[in-house]
């Protein structure tokens, strides 16, 4: 069974960084999307950044310069290197990963935009950033 497990998370002041990780186990495709939302309560869980298997990145517009992407060379770690944080990045962090549907779906969606694609997820680690 898959399993994604995230770390890294923490409280930070306004203008401080983090690095978050997602360690990746057992899984088995090589055609596929990785990526972190994020949430905070009473709201939707929305996509803040996408790497594929072509190492083609999105990032939400909130985020853009400030927040990247990566993984490790095998593949196995997510990372998501968060700088210049904000009270308004303060949110649970979720790692995420697409099922066997990426393969057939990939031209049709955006990953960020569509949450649903995402059939892996870990249980997220808590970001909090004070002014």
């Known amino acids: 069974q898959v399993q994604l497990v995230e770390s890294g998370g923490g409280s930070v002041q306004a203008g401080g960084s983090l690095r978050l990780s997602c360690a990746i186990s057992?899984?088995?495709?090589?055609?596929?999307?990785m990526g972190w939302f994020r949430q905070t309560p009473g709201n939707l869980r929305e996509g803040v950044a996408t790497?594929?298997?072509?190492?083609?990145?999105a990032y939400a517009d909130s985020v853009k310069g400030r927040f990247t992407i990566s993984q490790n060379n095998a593949k196995t770690i997510l990372y998501l290197e968060m700088n210049s944080l904000n009270p308004e990045d303060s949110a649970r962090y979720y790692c995420?990963?697409?099922?066997?549907?990426?393969?057939?779906?990939?031209?049709?969606?955006?990953?960020?935009?569509?949450?649903?694609?995402?059939?892996?997820w870990g249980q997220g680690t808590e970001v909090t950033v004070s002014s």
């Open positions: 057992r899984y088995p495709y090589t055609d596929y999307c």
């Open positions: 790497i594929d298997s072509t190492g083609v990145t």
């Open positions: 995420t990963a697409t099922d066997q549907r990426w393969a057939k779906l990939k031209n049709t969606v955006v990953p960020l935009k569509t949450m649903s694609l995402f059939g892996h």
